[in-house]
């Protein structure tokens, strides 16, 4: 192969450099701190998807961990979806308790009550009642203290906060180009799947960067997909922070067992497509390449969103500390129609939580090596452009 081909996508964006990269971004308090503050506090963050809170009354509190807060996502009478910062106007406590990273709930009468004094509060946000409202004094105002809104605006099924207090980019600018590239695609007929989360002691950017590439296939991935190969990366787009290229994969080999020979058969839906038609938008895999597996993109900071035929799934890096992150992988799919499909997919999600754990299994020994000073950069290959344009795209957030 010639070395332009080799450099491909140095060619196609030669302002991402080839120089080695830094790893102080990955190991300093200082940087991530800037990180907070630039980034996290001041970007769209995706909080969860619009069939989560179907009804009036439905609502999801997560944590943000690196927003230093933490949100109240509502669906309220008038069917908005809206959010505010989980904090009563009282005395601060959490108006909904937290059971976890996610909280879900749901009141017919589509109110929240604050179980320190039971204060209640509407979907809508309102302050509707306090218990011995009139001992308060004159100066306090119910119309004036209902809960503290958060920026919320929605995407394709995708709820976005940004807890910035100013004035935002409205979502639809944020993702520009982005958006457009994924706009169509089915998400919502599939709501059928499983997440799994877990505690990393790593920096998010180390965890981001393991999923980002396609390099690690052939030898991370032995262990679950021993006959599946990387064919590269097809079609990289850059879009401002954002960024997506296909992931190309082969079957170099019938799958490893009767079992799995059958339950890819029976599956509707499977990595390794083979092409004809499709539910994808014209946009993704727009050559219709046979060995296309998935499209996989970075909704800047911290989401990566995947499509394929018949599956979409999402892996998501909140930071907790520098060196701490909370990861979430989320796998969807359309429900199965029959006993035998139901089979199949178990089978289909077992050797993706496979493949995501051997995904997770590097991050912690990373990251310590990294701390040990021993290397100061890090080098990337042209296949690993998504990392490059995630670090610089970060560099330039925290320099702004
Ligand atoms: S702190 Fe919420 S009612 Fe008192
Ligand atoms: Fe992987």
């Avoid at 004809?276 to 390449?289: E, H, K, Q, V």
Wanted: glycine fraction near 8%; include cysteine; aromatic fraction near 12%.
């Amino acid at each position: 192969m010639s070395a332009t081909a080799q450099h491909r996508w140095l060619a196609q964006y030669p302002e991402l450099g080839t120089e080695p990269l830094p790893i102080e971004p990955y190991i300093s308090p200082s940087y991530f701190e800037q990180e907070r503050e630039k980034i996290f506090k001041k970007v769209w963050l995706y909080v969860a998807r619009v069939e989560e809170l179907p009804n009036p009354g439905d609502y999801k509190v997560k944590k943000l961990h690196a927003c230093g807060t933490s949100v109240i996502i509502t669906r309220a009478k008038d069917g908005k979806v809206r959010a505010f910062h989980n904090m009563c106007s009282h005395r601060g406590n959490t108006v909904v308790t937290e059971s976890g990273e996610e909280t879900y709930g749901s009141s017919r009468a589509a109110v929240m009550t604050c179980r320190f004094h039971g204060w209640v509060y509407g979907a809508d946000g309102r302050l509707v009642s306090v218990p011995q409202e009139e001992r308060f004094y004159s100066c306090f105002d119910k119309a004036e203290n209902g809960l503290t809104s958060v920026h919320c605006d929605i995407w394709e099924g995708f709820i976005f906060v940004n807890v910035d207090p100013g004035t935002v980019q409205p979502l639809v600018d944020y993702l520009g180009d982005y958006g457009r590239h994924f706009a169509g695609f089915p998400y919502d007929k599939m709501d059928f799947g499983f997440t799994y989360h877990t505690y990393l002691d790593c920096n998010w950017k180390v965890a981001h960067d393991a999923f980002a590439e396609a390099y690690h296939v052939d030898t991370i991935h032995a262990g679950s997909f021993p006959n599946v190969f990387s064919t590269g990366l097809a079609n990289v787009q850059l879009f401002g922070p954002h960024r997506t290229c296909g992931v190309c994969l082969n079957l170099a080999a019938m799958p490893p067992s009767p079992v799995g020979t059958l339950a890819n058969k029976l599956a509707r839906g499977s990595l390794v497509t083979s092409g004809g038609s499709s539910m994808l938008p014209p946009t993704i895999n727009p050559d219709r390449r046979s060995d296309f597996a998935f499209e996989l993109s970075v909704t800047f900071p911290n989401l990566l969103l995947h499509v394929s035929e018949g599956i979409w799934f999402t892996h998501q890096f909140w930071p907790i500390a520098h060196n701490k992150t909370l990861w979430e992988g989320k796998y969807y799919v359309q429900a199965p129609g029959t006993y035998s499909e139901r089979w199949a997919l178990e089978h289909a999600m077992t050797l993706q939580r496979n493949a995501w754990l051997e995904d997770t299994a590097t991050m912690e020994d990373t990251h310590r090596a990294m701390e040990s000073g021993a290397k100061t950069v890090q080098h990337l290959q042209d296949e690993e452009i998504l990392i490059r344009h995630g670090i610089v795209s970060v560099e330039r957030y925290v320099a702004a």
